[in-house]
């Protein structure tokens, strides 16, 4: 795809996207080091309001830019001098994780996960961490360790979560791209809250190793967070892959998803519903995802309403966070329990409580229902859905506290039309599909067959230029 010319100030420059900025440093009309502190210059300025990013390397990130700046050519990947964040769950060398929980402050892993190594490989420039939810299990962005972040497009509003620190930072111009995961849900759901774009990829079409722990049964995935489709292809592009010792591992793609986004759409069968396994979907979010509708059907895709049965996973997906927050709260010491968060404490009691029996009888319910869901698309290339079935939440506006049970299944009100594919493995993005009057953003998922990132890819991007409302900025200044 082709590089749009822009011009290196702060602002233009932080907002442009990751496919333009490697043009840029690729056709020396910038460097890695003035892309770099352009994006350090936008975080300096933006991230005291948002506190989106809780851990930052300036000297590291600067010093990996003039190294990009002095390789020749024919050594320079594909993201040469671009800018990236990680989630504070994805662990790296030069940077703290915490995984958002108060007792693992300071912990240095000594390593880079191999989707960070990749990212970095690729010439990648790490820039900082950004803040999440204790161990990911909330769909809000706040905690004891780092507070609260806040959305760009409104700061009495959250951007959701798991992932709202790599969302918040994304739409803010910390960067272009940002690595997250998404196990029900928490890529996509920040996207949607914060106007990006959230791609979960298919399970196992990106590695989580060297992993410290099991990951839910496979739901969790690492994905990208981006300001377009072809960033979050590009990014993919780096991402995907085998790697010995994962235990989920999809084959080496065949293509290049980016190339992918290039190619004619053709005429998709989308399917599209805005019925929900369970609860509601709000008025004004319903208004955007009817508009978007019309988009997608004046793109030319074959539309019809029609949807698979969803119902049946949210208890499996349930026993299986319960049981690995369990898990996870054994490697706390034990002077350190009391500085969990009650929803932690809560969760990782009911896991206790279950036993090896409850957790297979689980991961075979959901593995029978995930059969039955993905034959959808035998007929059908893509499910258009509401992403959130909310608005992006008022500032501890979500339902905290003890109840891990009663907890989630409000939070699963909210991620409705998320959590089921986490279990199916198929992949789907979230793009920015407009906003409501009040100004707070609302996206659209789309849903595709399993490991046909391609053909998903290449649908959003088609409904990305009939719609590209992914161009504006929140009034940030």
């Known amino acids: 795809m082709d590089d749009a010319p822009i011009h290196t100030t702060e602002g233009s420059t932080a907002f442009a996207s990751a496919v333009e900025l490697r043009g840029l ?62 989630k504070d769950v994805n662990e790296s060398t030069d940077l703290p994780v915490a995984y958002g929980s108060l007792p693992f402050t300071g912990y240095r892993p000594g390593f880079d996960s191999e989707a960070v190594a990749r990212l970095r490989r690729a010439g990648g420039i790490l820039v900082g961490g950004t803040n999440m939810p ?70 196992g079409r990106v590695p989580w190793a060297p992993s410290t722990q099991e990951q839910w ?18 990014m993919l592009d780096v991402l995907a892959g085998p790697v010995p010792g994962e235990p989920y591992g999809l084959p080496a793609p065949s293509g290049s998803f980016l190339a992918a986004c290039g190619q004619p759409a053709g005429r998709p069968r989308v399917a599209y519903t805005a019925v929900p396994p369970h609860g509601a979907v709000v008025p004004e979010v319903l208004a955007v995802f009817e508009r978007a509708v019309e988009a997608f059907a ?38 350190r329990l009391a500085e969990l968060e009650s929803t932690t404490l809560d969760a990782a009691r ?17 593995q029978g229902r995930a059969v039955e869901v993905v034959r959808f698309w035998e007929h059908h290339d893509i ?9 992006p939440p008022p500032l501890g506006a979500a339902p905290q506290g003890p109840g891990f049970v009663e907890r989630w299944r409000e939070y699963a009100d909210w991620l409705a039309f998320t959590y089921p594919f986490n279990i199916t493995g198929q992949p789907a993005v979230s793009l920015p599909a407009g906003r409501t009057p009040d100004g707070l953003p609302v996206g659209v998922q789309m849903v595709g067959a399993p490991g046909g990132e391609a053909r998903l890819l290449a ?18 200044g």
């Open 25 to 86: 440093v690729r056709d020396g009309r910038s460097s890695a080091v003035e892309v770099t502190e352009a994006v350090l210059t936008r975080l300096e300025k933006v991230n005291p309001l948002l506190n989106a990013v809780i851990s930052v390397r300036a000297e590291g990130a600067l010093a990996d830019a003039r190294t990009a700046d002095a390789l020749p050519p024919e050594r320079r990947g594909p993201l040469h001098g671009v800018p990236f964040t990680v």
């Open 134 to 203: 204790e161990f990911g299990l909330r769909i809000t962005t706040d905690n004891r360790a780092f507070g609260a972040t806040r959305n760009p497009w409104n700061p009495e509003h959250g951007p959701a979560g798991s992932s709202g620190g790599a969302a918040a930072a994304v739409a803010a111009g910390i960067g272009p791209l940002a690595l997250a995961a998404d196990g029900a849900g928490s890529v996509r759901a920040p996207a949607s809250a914060c106007g990006v774009v959230g791609l979960k990829p298919s399970r």
């Open 217 to 234: 049964a496979g739901y969790v995935v690492n994905g990208p967070v981006a300001r377009t489709v072809a960033d979050a292809a590009l």
């Open 298 to 335: 004046a793109t030319g895709a074959e539309v019809v309403e029609a949807a698979p049965d969803l119902g049946g996973l949210l208890d499996p997906l349930l026993t299986v966070m319960a049981a690995n927050t369990a898990a996870l709260v054994r490697g706390v010491p034990p002077q």
């Open 350 to 366: 009911y896991g206790e409580r279950l036993g090896a029996a409850d957790y297979c009888g689980a991961v075979a319910a959901a």
């Open 383 to 391: 499910l258009l859905t509401p992403t959130l079935t909310v608005l």
């Open 459 to 476: 649908v959003a991007a088609a409904f990305e230029r009939a719609l590209p409302w992914a161009g504006e900025r929140p009034p940030l």
